[in-house]
């Protein structure tokens, strides 16, 4: 019984009907470009989050690139990120001119500290993207306060957190990526919800954002061979919406998988006192993109190789700050104060977290992690 990482192929087996129905019908009718799953996808997605609109895109990076051009970013304008997570929000601001200023993140959930996006405000400070890395969202609310104070726009990065849901103090519960002016999803085949290849969408409330976004996706076309606006060209393919199409209705399926080989985990590992098994924050729920443990930098490692030596994969997610990366080093600012994000590249680990993992795989992952921490 090997242990994957993740593992594709048991949500395959159980839509592969379905989709290669899909499939022969687009073939039948060579509608590969816009075809009616397109739509079809965008109408369920948006019922699912109970939002206006969804607008697929080609991949979870040119939705972030899309929503900044749809807010307006110029260049020169700075654009707050998380200082610890993936580097495509980063990336979006940059290709557009604009200025990344990284704040540090709760080292607890890894996900932005919204103290430090507040030291990060200059009167340059055009959006905020709040990444909710892992599986669950960050601290919304002081977010979205800070962002009507200072006239900010909030892009949320979606990618890994697709189904999570935010509880408001009023007690409103809102779908990450429902909740500031953009949500930015990505449908890679290792995300919550994901496709045979690339695919990602938008979605968003506000039918003037949606208009934008959807000519900027086209070239900046407003209607056929009218360039409004320089836009992009970034579409899901009609295959890539069949897949979505039969896997949408399982999403709850998918995460409730998750959660349970998490909580599974937690039973456990939740007893060594030498590693921190993740935090759920009270505010949101959890969908386990990833389980990413926090243990000693000089004892990562270790454990790392001990763990492969026995044919358990784990993965590092993330190795640096993005303010460490070559590419970005000398071209963002950020907080002076960073402390997790300089701290969590050396600590997180990430165990194997899908929707096929049973029991007795986790119990061989957990037993060898114990023997590691009783030597
Ligand atoms: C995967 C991911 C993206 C990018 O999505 P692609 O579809 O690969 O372009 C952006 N942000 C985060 C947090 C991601 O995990």
């Known amino acids: 019984m090997e242990i994957r990482m993740v593992d594709l192929q048991g ?14 019908e687009v073939v039948a009718s060579s509608a590969y470009i816009d075809g009616p799953a397109v739509g079809a996808f965008a109408r369920e997605l948006a019922t699912r989050l109970g939002v206006r609109h969804v607008i697929p895109c080609g991949n979870g990076t040119d939705a972030l690139t899309l929503a900044l051009m749809a807010v307006g970013l110029k260049a020169g304008d700075e654009v707050i990120v998380p200082a610890f997570a993936y580097a495509a929000a980063a990336e979006a601001v940059l290709l557009l001119g604009g200025v990344p200023v990284m704040a540090d993140v709760d080292e607890a959930t890894f996900n932005i500290d919204p103290e430090s996006a507040r030291r990060c405000v200059t009167p340059r400070t055009r959006a905020i993207i709040p990444v909710h890395l892992f599986g669950q969202t960050c601290a919304m609310e002081p977010i979205l306060d800070l962002a009507r104070e200072y006239g900010l726009s909030v892009v949320e990065d979606n990618a890994q957190s697709l189904g999570a849901v935010y509880a408001f ?3 409103r519960r809102r779908y990450a990526g429902t909740m500031g002016c953009i949500g930015c999803t990505s449908f890679f085949p290792t995300k919550i919800l994901g496709c045979m290849g690339d695919g990602g969408a938008l979605i968003t409330d506000d039918d003037h954002l949606a208009g934008r976004l959807r000519m900027l996706a086209r070239h900046g076309q407003a209607e056929r061979y009218r360039h409004e606006v320089v836009g992009i060209n970034s579409r899901l ?24 080989a998490a909580s599974r985990y937690a ?15 009270p505010y949101t729920t959890h969908v386990y993109h990833q389980y990413t443990l ?23 997610y993330y190795p640096l700050s993005l303010t460490q990366q070559p590419a970005y080093a000398r071209v963002c600012a950020s907080d002076g104060r960073l402390e997790a994000a300089l ?8 165990l194997p977290m899908h929707t096929e ?18 030597e």
Do not use: M
Request: with cysteine; hydrophobic share 40%; glycine share 6%.
């Open 11 to 24: 949500p395959y087996e159980r839509i592969r009907d379905e989709v290669a129905e899909g499939v022969r």
């Open 169 to 171: 103090a009023d007690g």
């Open 237 to 260: 393919d009609t295959l890539q919406a069949v897949v979505l199409r039969a896997k949408l209705p399982r999403l709850d399926e998918y995460i409730g998988a998750r959660r349970a």
């Open 267 to 281: 039973r456990r590992l939740g007893a060594i006192g030498a590693l921190h098994v993740p935090h759920e924050a």
């Open 294 to 316: 926090r243990v000693e930098p000089g004892c990562r490692d270790r454990l790392r190789e001990r763990l492969a030596a026995q044919g358990i994969p784990t993965a590092v």
């Open 357 to 374: 993992l049973t029991e007795r795989q986790q119990e061989r992952i957990v037993a060898a992690i114990e023997r590691f921490f009783e």
């Open 343 to 350: 701290r969590l590249p050396q600590c997180v680990l990430s």
